[in-house]
């Protein structure tokens, strides 16, 4: 199956700082890239959706300067952390689609943010 | 906006026991999907539903769309230790590519 990974899978950094987690399609051309934020014994919330080339579409009360997306190919999306702070302190979840329209997503294991 | 719930939130059974947990959403979707995530892990996809009344089954797994296209449900037959995580149903509405994940349940197996 289509695999995604994520880098790094875990970060610890101090309050202001920022910090940037990569998702990548290893064996696939990933048309959507999805952003979720999971705290803990919570569900997954969708954060963001970006498309290779285009800006990043957020969902209602996440910040877009506050999580920079960038998404450069189609196989590499970035999620930015500006001015960490430990209510940011979080899993971070990426998942990619192959195509537009409703398929299945696969996820990268995750990036857990610890801010201290 | 758009609600997934899912309950019960947590369900404690005994090894070889069935579980069931169930999915409902404000809105009718376009497919519903069934991840598992294990306690530290990330979601892992389990399988889609795309037609009304759809009923899959993987081994002990039996999943159910329903009639409306609102609800869904994932059933275990005779858990086991390895079934213990949290089971989530997430749906896409319409024609948007956007997965709305519901609440989740988790599942402790006992054995």
């Known amino acids: 199956g289509a695999v995604v990974s994520q880098h790094p899978s875990w970060v610890i950094c101090k309050s202001g700082t920022s910090v940037k987690i990569e998702c990548r399609s290893l064996?696939?051309?990933?048309?959507?890239m999805f952003w979720y934020r999971q705290f803990p014994k919570q569900s997954l919330m969708l954060m963001a959706t970006s498309n290779e080339g285009s800006k990043a579409t957020y969902e209602q009360g996440v910040e877009k300067d506050k999580f920079l997306i960038n998404h450069a190919s189609l196989t590499l999306s970035t999620l930015t952390v500006t001015s960490a702070h430990p209510e940011d302190s979080s899993f971070y979840i990426c998942?990619?689609?192959?195509?537009?329209?409703?398929?299945?997503?696969?996820f990268g294991p995750g990036t857990r943010l610890t801010v201290l | 906006g758009q609600q997934v719930m899912q309950i019960p939130q947590y369900q404690h059974v005994q090894e070889g026991e069935d579980f069931t947990t169930y999915c409902n959403s404000s809105?009718?979707?376009?497919?519903i999907q069934w991840y598992k995530q294990r306690p530290g892990g990330h979601p892992v996809f389990l399988i889609q539903?795309?037609?009304?009344?759809e009923v899959k089954k993987q081994k002990r797994l039996t999943f159910q769309f329903g009639e409306a296209k609102k609800n869904s449900s994932l059933h275990i037959t005779a858990t086991q230790t390895t079934d213990v995580g949290t089971y989530f149903c997430?749906?896409?509405?319409?024609?948007?590519?956007?997965?709305?994940f519901g609440t989740g349940t988790l599942l402790a197996v006992q054995p």
């Open positions: 998942s990619a689609s192959t195509s537009d329209g409703p398929h299945e997503q696969f």
């Open positions: 809105t009718t979707l376009s497919n």
């Open positions: 064996d696939f051309q990933a048309t959507t």
């Open positions: 539903l795309v037609k009304s009344g």
């Open positions: 997430a749906g896409h509405g319409g024609a948007t590519n956007k997965l709305i």
